[in-house]
């Protein structure tokens, strides 16, 4: 925090302090009543009956002053933070001009002819447009043809491009990326203001405003005790006369504030924009305040292996001959049948060939025979001029297809599944010839990552469309709880039902359209930038880094939210406790003498405990801001655990910290001679 936003912070609190604002924070407006109801005193010091002198009530006043500015502080100081990451992503956008497709054409066919300029805020949603290298793209959209190295890291701040393409699960693209190469033709799904980086602020912005569940129900509770206490501070003036008990009016404020719970009620405000504003400088979008607290309230994660648990890249790592072949002739068929395939699957395939010296004649591959893998035939391949037919793809396709199929292909399929790939068929002249091995590593450090989410008490469950040995051994090296294998996409959505059903909060990570029910259905849904627009639109989050294992972190980060939530509240109900100790017994041990022996701290005076316990009250408001600011650190341990953890450190500091702090107060306003 600079100077500036500091002196911005506290100029918007005192705008705070209008009563019309603060009637929505309950404790707060209590407070700014009581001190309305001493500064009067004050001013007429007999008026409400009251006793004192005004230098009394005039230390009161501005003590209760100070606590009331100091909570509107720690809310203005968390709103100028997001505000200042709301302008830095302004400062991103830029105004981009967008070529529009006067009329609709191939790639190859566009030529300036056809194009117009058009300022990016003057697209319209479906307009189609076209980029190449060097040219940014001027709006969110989705590619309807082509492929294309696109640089990101202005909006994600990863520097490695990423390839974008049509037809798939890849194919969105974000306003303000550049095109790094090739063509692109790209149709507009976002409308002016709608883009991703106008989401990106509105969330920022509309943080300070939108209470969120468990804060509703949280202000209600504070809102409960606040009403009680008031009762029976109210009711003493009564029933005191009974008992002959009188208490100086002065002295009843003091212990309805000592007693309800401005510290929690002054930092709720602060702790929520705080939270919201880390989940955006993680780069997610959150639609809703709720979808961040679900998320630290989710016990079941739903994950896909490719790209999730593993890194999404398989690679070939051997060639596998059959029926007595040459390892050599195998390498050879496998380089020819992926020479022109252009996943990364075919070019890992070319490059291990060409590792194990394997050398072909291009002039002897016609890329007209080239046939492009297909779900519908589940394979790839080539024919070649002089009539041979080489084919790769699954096991299962290659045997239909096949005339001739070694005995040990199955046993030989099943050794590269039980080590954890994938086995790829390969047959030349409908005779199967051997097996292409294909590797998908772990990501670095997912089985930590997993092992943190089950210390928090979370299971997680993979689904897969790989074959049960592929599944089982994934599972047991990333030590996953639960796995599906040969998984469909539409299952995935009665996986969500069934586990919602037994009770538990679902959360779940997806791009694809065929994503979108199950995004939906879950609790949370943390769809991916890249995907598509149906699955960011069914989604209540969205990953702009488009990495499907942020939904771990979102999880922290939830998590973190509500215990810094918790940890405040419980460390503000010791508080109240502990004043109790130092405020009943000196207001009423002239009444009740016997109260004298709760004097445990041997206060100086009835004056000194209520102007100690004030301050006390006062300055512990902005020593918690940082806290609330940058959220109690969540460690991934079981909830009792947790809860035991919370009650020591945080209940226990409760208890202490006002005894030993109203005690220094009360030793210092001696020590300096104010009583």
């Not at 020819?336 to 996943?343: A, P, R, V």
């Not at 037919?389 to 005995?407: C, F, H, L, N």
């Not at 998984?487 to 959360?507: R, T």
Request: include cysteine; proline fraction near 3%.
């Amino acid at each position: 925090m600079d100077r500036e936003q500091v002196l911005g912070a506290l100029i918007d609190a005192g705008k705070k302090l209008n009563p019309a604002y603060l009637v929505k924070n309950p404790v707060i407006f209590v407070t700014e009543i009581s001190t309305i109801i001493v500064i009067v005193l004050t001013i007429v010091p007999g008026f409400f009956g009251g006793t004192q002198g005004r230098w009394y009530y005039s230390a009161i006043s501005v003590v209760l002053l100070f606590t009331v500015i100091f909570a509107t502080f720690a809310e203005s100081l968390a709103e100028t933070q997001g505000e200042a990451h709301a302008e830095s992503l302004r400062a991103m956008k830029e105004e981009v001009i967008g070529k529009r497709l006067e009329e609709d054409a191939p790639l190859e066919e566009i030529d300036e002819a056809n194009l117009e300029e058009v300022e990016s805020d003057k697209l319209e949603k479906g307009d189609v447009v076209f980029v190449e290298e060097g040219d940014m793209i001027p709006r969110d959209g989705s590619i309807i043809e082509g492929s294309a190295s696109i640089d990101e890291s202005a909006i994600t701040g990863e520097s490695e491009p990423v390839i974008r393409q049509s037809g798939g699960d890849k194919s969105s693209v974000t306003g303000g990326t550049e095109v790094l190469s090739d063509q692109l033709k790209i149709e507009i799904t976002a409308a002016a203001g709608e883009s991703f980086m106008d989401e990106m602020i509105g969330l920022v912005e509309s943080a300070s405003r939108e209470k969120t569940p468990n804060e509703i129900s949280l202000t209600l509770l504070l809102a409960s005790f606040t009403f009680i206490y008031m009762l029976v501070v109210t009711t003493l003036t009564f029933f005191g006369d009974f008992v002959r008990l009188n208490v100086e009016v002065a002295d009843q404020i003091a212990l309805l504030i000592g007693l309800i719970p401005t510290t929690v009620g002054a930092l709720l405000s602060a702790i929520r924009i705080a939270g919201m504003t880390r989940v955006t400088r993680d780069n997610v979008i959150a639609k809703s305040g709720k979808a961040v607290e679900s998320a630290g309230d989710l016990d079941v994660l739903i994950l896909d292996k490719t790209g999730t648990i593993t890194t999404g890249e398989r690679a070939a790592a051997d060639f596998i001959p059959l029926g007595g072949g040459d390892r050599l002739e195998v390498a050879e068929a496998a380089l020819k049948s992926s020479f022109y395939d252009e996943t990364t699957e075919g070019r890992s395939v070319v490059a291990l060939a060409e590792q194990e010296g394997i050398e072909v004649d291009k002039g002897e591959l016609p890329e007209e025979g080239f046939i492009e893998f297909s779900a519908e035939t589940g394979m790839s391949g080539i024919d070649l001029d002089d009539g041979t037919e080489i084919r790769k793809g699954s096991v299962d396709e290659i045997r239909d297809y096949a005339s001739s199929i070694p005995d040990e292909l199955d046993d030989k399929a099943a050794e590269v599944a039980d080590s954890g790939g994938t086995p790829l068929g390969l047959a030349v002249n409908e005779k199967v010839i051997g097996i292409i091995e294909l590797q998908d590593e772990l990501k670095t450090g997912i089985g930590d990552r997993i092992a943190r989410l089950q210390k928090m008490g979370i299971k997680t469950i993979m689904c897969t469309g790989d074959n049960e040995r592929t599944a089982r051994y994934i599972a047991e090296e990333a030590g996953l709880d639960e796995y599906y294998a040969e998984f469909q996409p539409e299952e995935k959505i009665g996986l969500v039902e069934d586990e919602k059903a037994k009770g538990h909060m679902v959360g779940m990570t997806g791009d694809g359209t065929n994503d979108a029910p199950a995004l939906a259905k879950a609790d949370v849904g943390l769809a991916m930038n890249a995907g598509t627009a149906a699955a960011k639109e069914a989604g209540n989050m969205v990953d702009m880094d488009s990495d499907p294992t942020k939904l771990i972190e979102v999880v922290g980060i939830g998590k973190q939210l509500l215990m810094t939530r918790g940890s405040l509240t419980t460390f503000s109900i010791a508080n109240d406790i502990s004043r109790y100790f130092a405020l009943v017994p000196a207001i009423f041990s002239a009444s009740i003498p016997a109260l004298g022996k709760m004097n445990l701290m041997n206060l100086h005076s009835l004056q000194s405990v209520v102007i100690s316990s004030l301050i006390y009250n006062s300055l512990i408001i902005p020593f918690l801001v940082p806290l609330a600011m940058r959220g109690v650190e969540y460690k991934p341990v079981s909830a009792s655990r947790l809860l035991v953890r919370n009650m020591l450190i945080y209940g226990g500091s409760g208890l202490v910290v006002p005894f030993l702090s109203i005690k220094l107060i009360d030793w210092l306003l001696v020590t300096v001679g104010v009583f």
